[in-house]
């Protein structure tokens, strides 16, 4: 394939040689501070040139772009202005910037901007591209490996299927970088070229095919900024090549990934069941959430931290120890102590309260608590039970309560018909009007039995919108998404959907697009980040998470995933989920889930 972009640099370079020359037998300089000077009378116009130019970025080379500013004048004649003054718009400067005539590019985006150049009283502006290309080649593959997929590629019986990103995906311009991942096959020696496009900007690396290849491409975090600040609304395009000595070069079927103008951040706390562990995400990467948990007296070392919510603000967790119906601890996160000190201190006594579900109010003075099937009041900084006024708490048939942000309900799931709150396979959501401190008022029902689908006859984890308007749950046919019945039993899978639902009530909006059509999708919790026009919410899913490899192809392992609700779709009625994406930054290799969501902690 001819190189276009060498070939417009040799044009851009002619260009500019061609107007040096045409004017040489001009006066060089033209002073316009009046306008109305110059050799050859009244200035009537001027122009920029090169006009619509494109400036090409190859790994990460310098590229700068002389201009030359021409004015004309009344009798017909021309100079060049060397005094003009050159400003760019706040596109081109994305792209790079200007000193004097000599435009720089950055190399950091990618796209068109507008060059405006005035003198005289008068301007004239052209368009400036800058395209930026990055080619990584993986170890074992020879410098001209690129060459071998040259020119159009069609598809063929060696075309790989991309297993991640899926295609349609949603993104916040802030999520971390995908693993490109495709299904496994070819043989040992084929390579493979991952190409992500966005506006003008491309990102490519060559990986070859051996024993230890995981058909996989981290992105990494400098190329997927580059992409994210080219793409200018459009999408990122992924597409994963195939070559072979005897079939040569295939494509793939591309991948598109829909990147949202919206900025979502904070940490993620979630258990790691395969290791009983609670796991935070934030801007830092992975860690444990609380290091060195309370050992269970005369355990010989059982340490499990679980059923857990977070606070509003981040900064408390409150969260069961050691196993079911045990004792509950609050830590406050804020508290450096918590990933230092071993063991790591609670803020109650241990022992003061026990609870297997419990949440917030906006406050974090109070901790509505779901022992067994009951939902009581404590103080979390005490544990110690308060009492409830005005319509008592549910005493029986209640689980998974979640107070709301704005702290006027607190929805539930009522009337269950289990033995406690982890399982039962009926119920009904209810909401608790709060119309006080320590107040509440009749529960008033949303949702019974998910309006009577025997399919989806058992919801279960309300959670709310940040702005409190909506309530988020999943119903399946139990209270699980899976389970082992008993030990060395086979483990036994629910089907389960993603519902939306008023906070006054309405008809339920099943949330099919986040769960890709299928039933694995389980525990939702909203981002309290309301951004770009979209609520965000956290889920698990046992869906395949890229290939059996790098991902979790067949494995039918929980992990997190996210969806973005659009806010501008939800008066239709309509399905308002997007196709999701994995949460990054979480061990493929675990089993992952109950994802809360939290603004940082204020550390002290």
Same mark, same amino acid.
């Given at each position: 394939m001819p190189d276009y972009r060498a070939s417009m640099r040799t044009f851009d370079m002619a260009v500019?040689?061609?107007? @040096?020359?045409?004017?040489?037998?001009?006066?060089?300089?033209?002073?316009?501070?009046?306008?109305?000077? !110059?050799?050859?009378?009244? /200035?009537?116009?001027?122009?920029?040139?090169? @006009?619509?130019?494109? /400036?090409?970025?190859? &790994?990460?080379?310098?590229?700068? /772009?002389?201009?030359?500013?021409i004015g004309h004048y009344a009798d017909g004649k021309s100079a060049r202005i060397d005094d003009a003054q050159l400003t760019l718009d706040d596109a081109a400067l994305k792209l790079g910037s200007i000193s004097g005539a000599r435009f720089t590019a950055n190399g950091l985006s990618a796209g068109k901007g507008q060059l405006t150049a005035t003198a005289g009283g008068m301007s004239a502006s052209t368009s400036l591209t800058v395209a930026v290309?990055?080619?990584?080649?993986?170890?074992?593959?020879?410098?001209?490996?690129?060459? &071998?997929?040259?020119?159009?590629?069609a598809p063929g019986a060696q075309s790989p299927t991309i297993a991640y990103p899926l295609d349609g995906a949603l993104m916040p311009a802030t999520v971390a970088a995908p693993d490109v991942q495709w299904l496994e096959g070819g043989a040992a020696g084929d390579l493979y070229r991952v190409r992500l496009t966005a506006g003008s900007a491309s990102v490519q690396a060559i990986l070859v095919s051996d024993a230890q290849s995981n058909f996989n491409w981290q992105v990494s975090d400098d190329d997927w900024r580059l992409l994210l600040t080219s793409a200018n609304g459009q999408p990122v395009v992924v597409n994963v090549d195939h070559w072979d000595a005897t079939n040569g070069a295939q494509a793939s079927a591309p991948v598109q990934v829909r990147i949202a103008d919206a900025s979502v951040g904070g940490a993620i706390y979630y258990w790691d069941l395969s290791d009983g562990k609670l796991q935070r995400l934030d801007g830092n990467g992975r860690a444990m959430a609380v290091a060195n948990p309370p050992e269970k007296p005369g355990s010989n070392g059982n340490r499990c931290v679980a059923c857990h919510t977070v606070s509003k603000d981040g900064r408390y967790l409150s969260a069961e120890l050691w196993g079911?119906?045990? +004792?509950?601890?609050? %830590?406050?996160?804020?508290?450096?102590?918590?990933?230092?000190?071993?063991?790591?201190? =609670?803020?109650?006594?241990?022992?003061?309260?026990?609870a297997l579900f419990s949440t917030f109010n906006p406050d974090a003075s109070r901790l509505m608590i779901n022992p067994g099937n009951s939902l009581q009041l404590v103080d979390p900084k005490t544990g110690q039970a308060v009492a409830a006024q005005g319509t008592p708490l549910p005493a029986s048939g209640a689980a998974h309560p979640a107070w709301s942000p704005d702290g006027t309900q $607190?929805?539930?799931? *009522?009337?269950? &018909?289990?033995?406690?709150?982890?399982?039962?396979?009926?119920?009904?959501?209810? $909401?608790?009007?709060?119309?006080? +401190?320590?107040?509440?008022?009749?529960? #008033? #029902?949303?949702?019974?039995?998910?309006?009577?689908?025997?399919?989806?006859?058992?919801?279960?984890?309300?959670?709310?919108? +940040?702005?409190? #308007?909506?309530?988020?749950?999943?119903?399946?046919? &139990?209270?699980?998404?899976?389970?082992?019945?008993?030990?060395?039993?086979?483990?036994?899978? %629910?089907?389960?959907?993603?519902?939306?639902v008023s906070r006054s009530g309405g008809t339920p909006i099943q949330l099919a697009q986040a769960c890709s059509g299928a039933l694995d999708c389980y525990l939702p919790n909203f981002s309290p980040y309301d951004s770009g026009g979209y609520y965000?919410?956290?889920?698990?899913? /046992?869906?395949?998470?890229?290939?059996?490899? *790098?991902? =979790?192809?067949?494995?039918?392992?929980?992990?997190?995933?996210?969806?973005?609700?659009?806010?501008?779709?939800?008066?239709? !009625?309509?399905?308002?989920?997007?196709?999701?994406?994995w949460l990054p930054g979480q061990d493929a290799k675990t089993d992952n889930m109950s994802a809360y969501w939290a603004v940082p902690p204020p550390m002290r």
């Open positions: 500019t040689a061609i107007v @040096a020359s045409l004017f040489a037998c001009s006066q060089a300089t033209v002073k316009t501070d009046k306008g109305d000077g !110059g050799p050859a009378g009244a /200035l009537t116009s001027i122009e920029v040139l090169p @006009a619509d130019a494109t /400036l090409t970025v190859d &790994n990460g080379s310098s590229q700068s /772009l002389d201009y030359s500013v290309s990055q080619t990584h080649l993986g170890p074992g593959v020879a410098s001209d490996a690129p060459d &071998n997929f040259a020119g159009t590629l079911g119906s045990e +004792p509950s601890a609050v %830590f406050d996160m804020s508290d450096t102590a918590v990933t230092t000190a071993n063991p790591a201190p =609670t803020v109650a006594p241990i022992g003061s309260y026990v $607190v929805a539930y799931i *009522a009337n269950t &018909n289990g033995g406690w709150a982890v399982d039962y396979t009926s119920g009904d959501l209810q $909401v608790i009007p709060v119309t006080g +401190p320590d107040t509440f008022g009749p529960p #008033q #029902q949303l949702v019974a039995n998910s309006s009577g689908d025997p399919a989806f006859k058992t919801p279960s984890w309300p959670t709310y919108s +940040p702005d409190s #308007q909506w309530i988020a749950y999943g119903a399946g046919t &139990n209270s699980r998404g899976r389970t082992t019945p008993s030990p060395g039993a086979a483990a036994v899978t %629910f089907p389960g959907s993603l519902f939306l965000w919410l956290a889920f698990y899913s /046992l869906r395949d998470y890229g290939n059996a490899k *790098a991902g =979790t192809k067949g494995a039918v392992r929980r992990q997190l995933w996210v969806t973005a609700i659009d806010k501008s779709k939800l008066a239709g !009625g309509g399905d308002a989920s997007s196709v999701p994406y």
